[in-house]
């Protein structure tokens, strides 16, 4: 399959004249690509070693309003800048965009050339080293579940985000004459994005009227949050392109179902795999069972690294595939987390908590974190739960709301000892301005419901 472009190879497209723009970019607390369009002339020639970009961009909003209280970022501290340092071993052509090329940035601190450790690759890359000093790689993979609507991104915002009308007329779960009707956009989405470098599987249609989803293969920790983030980028752009909107916004409609990005995991030695005992009964190993217990003892600490806003708790009910309860089952997916490939070499875990709006680099870090202690404390895993989980009043709640999440992600030591206290602050701060935002708003629901009667 195509991969991702040398330097060299880059170099010499830019001569013939095929490529003439490259994005430099890095993914920004929410999850987005940031970053600069360069000419490539001029890349090549001299900013593929560094270039510069404000602080602020790692202390926003999704409005890229620029809230107080950070410490690493401030109108006091002046607003400064951070280093962009193109990885080079991450240039890939971006084919739905014409001669442009694109490269993911590491952000170094402009004084000290230092990653900046609440910077979400940086977070990432810090727990796979944590967990590589134990002797193993983590392999993960992300789905990717969205919506598509038969207006643009412009036209749904023009009418006040009430004109939204998906791009299909009921649910189309696996529904392969539904799918057909929407290849216009899925087609190119899966094809643009193998072209650039990506391991694409499949896309299906989800349980929702106009809801997709994306696979890409199994990957290398990083590798998998790299693919992730530019997908969902691209997914965006192609659709724009058709003149059709797609949202990774977890619940957009009370009465539709929401969108989830679960996360697939295991871990591996010398490339093997080190979840697999065939002489235990599900084929799990006690380093698997040690990780999974780390996983599920920790979920309420990392909720918010997969529910980041007011609207991804909106996800959580019963009798909808979106889990309530941190407790683990046997393909079930009514759990929080699923075990998958029983009794195979296979074996894994899938945590089904995180929305689709999740930065996966956040998610993945946080994640390795908890497995990580599991295995250093050598963590008994709990039995497995059956029937419906919704009902099991004994199993513990996931966070329910964006505040309770916010709370246990202050108050987690272990997140704490394992990302530092700057970090764990830094997005502290960030789960508070969202709740504070959400708090000052006067929202519809409230006035239609209380403008007469109350």
Known sequence: MPGTLSFDDLKSRVTDGSIDT???????????????????????????????????????????????????????GGYGDYVMQPDLDTIRPVPWLEGTAMVLCDILDHHTHAEVPHSPRAMLKKQIAR??????????????????????????????????????????DYHIFQTTKEEGVMRPIRNHLYAAGLPIENTKG??????????????????????HTIAKNAIKEIAWAQGHAATFLPKW?????????????????????????????LGMSELMKNYMAGLIAYAPDYTFFLAPYINSYKRFAKGTF??????????????????????????????????????????????????????ED??????????????DAKAADIPQTLRAATQTLRDSAMLRAAMGDDVVDHYTRCAEWE????????????????????
């Open 22 to 76: 490259v994005l430099a970019c890095f993914p920004d607390m929410q999850g987005r690509l940031m970053g600069k369009r360069f000419h490539a002339v001029n890349f090549v020639e001299t900013s593929f070693k560094e270039t510069h970009c404000c602080n602020y961009l790692l202390a926003t909003d999704l409005e890229m309003a620029t809230p107080d209280g950070y410490a690493a970022s401030s109108w006091q």
């Open 131 to 172: 967990l590589k000093a134990l002797g193993f790689d983590a392999m993960m993979a992300t789905e990717l579940e969205f919506f598509l609507f038969e207006k643009s991104f412009d036209d749904i915002r023009k009418s006040g985000f009430r004109d939204m009308a998906p791009i299909s007329g009921y649910n189309e």
């Open 206 to 227: 989800e349980a929702e009227a106009g809801q997709e989803e994306l696979n890409i293969r199994y990957s290398e920790a990083l590798l998998c949050a790299d693919h």
């Open 253 to 281: 409609h009370h009465d539709r179902v929401g969108s989830s990005s679960h996360v697939h995991q295991s871990l591996w030695q010398d490339g093997t795999p080190v979840f697999v005992d065939d002489a235990d009964p």
């Open 322 to 375: 979106a889990p309530t309860k941190t407790v683990w089952s046997v393909d079930n997916r009514t759990a929080g987390f699923r075990l998958c490939g029983e009794r195979t070499k296979g074996v894994r875990v899938e945590c089904r908590i995180g929305g689709s709006d999740l930065n996966p680099y956040l998610a993945q870090a946080a994640m390795l974190a908890a497995g990580i202690k599991g295995i």
């Open 378 to 391: 050598k963590m008994p895993l709990p039995a497995p739960t059956t029937g419906d989980v919704y009902e």
């Open 435 to 454: 709740q504070e935002e959400f708090d000052r708003i006067v929202t519809d629901w409230e006035v239609a419901r209380g403008f007469e009667r109350a």
